[in-house]
C-alpha cells in the first residue's frame, strides 16, 4: 500500500510482536493522530478495528451511503419543483459583460448602509448613473477624501 505505513496495534516497545493480527494500514495523517495526539485503536474479538477518541470515547461508525434513485435526475427535477426552483442552463450565468467596477458608487452605496442609511433605487441607466446622489443620507454624501 503506497499511502499507508503499518501500525503495530499492541506497540513492540511493550512487547507486541510485528504479526499480521497486530498489524493495521493506517495513513500518515491518522498513524500521526495515534501516536501524537492520543487517538487509540484496537482490534475487536470479531477482527474488526475500533477507533477510540483522547477522551476514550469511540468514534462513531461510518454511515451507509445514501441511496441513490433509480433515475435520479428525476427525482432531482421532481425536488426542485416542489421547492420552487427553476433552473436552466442559463442560471449559472453571469450577467456581468466585463465593465468596470465604479468603486465611488459602491462606496457611497455601502458606507451608509453600516451605519443604518438606506440606498434609493439606482436611476434607469443603471448604478453608475445613479452616482453619489443616489444615496439618501442625513447628512449629506460622505466626505471625499484626498
Given amino acids: 500500500m503506497r499511502f499507508t505505513q503499518g501500525h503495530h496495534l499492541r506497540h513492540w516497545a511493550h512487547g507486541g510482536p510485528t504479526t499480521l493480527s497486530n498489524l493495521t494500514l493506517l495513513c500518515h495523517r491518522h498513524h500521526r493522530a495515534v501516536h501524537e495526539e492520543g ?11 475500533q477507533f477510540r477518541r483522547p477522551n476514550g470515547h469511540p468514534l462513531p461508525e461510518v454511515p451507509p451511503p445514501a441511496k441513490v434513485p433509480a433515475d435520479p435526475i428525476k427525482a432531482l427535477h421532481e425536488s426542485h419543483d416542489t421547492q420552487g426552483l427553476h433552473i436552466t442552463a442559463r442560471t449559472g450565468c453571469p450577467s456581468w459583460l466585463g465593465e468596470g467596477l465604479n468603486v465611488g458608487w459602491a462606496i457611497d452605496v455601502l458606507h451608509p448602509l453600516a451605519q443604518g442609511a438606506r440606498p434609493c433605487p439606482p ?17 449629506g454624501p460622505p466626505p471625499i477624501l484626498e
Avoid at 39 to 49: E, F, K, N, S
Avoid at 123 to 139: D, K, R, V, Y
Fill in 39 to 49: 487517538y487509540q485503536v484496537a482490534r475487536l474479538p470479531d477482527g474488526t478495528l
Fill in 123 to 139: 436611476s434607469e441607466h443603471g448604478p453608475a448613473a445613479a452616482g453619489p446622489s443616489a444615496i439618501a443620507l442625513g447628512a
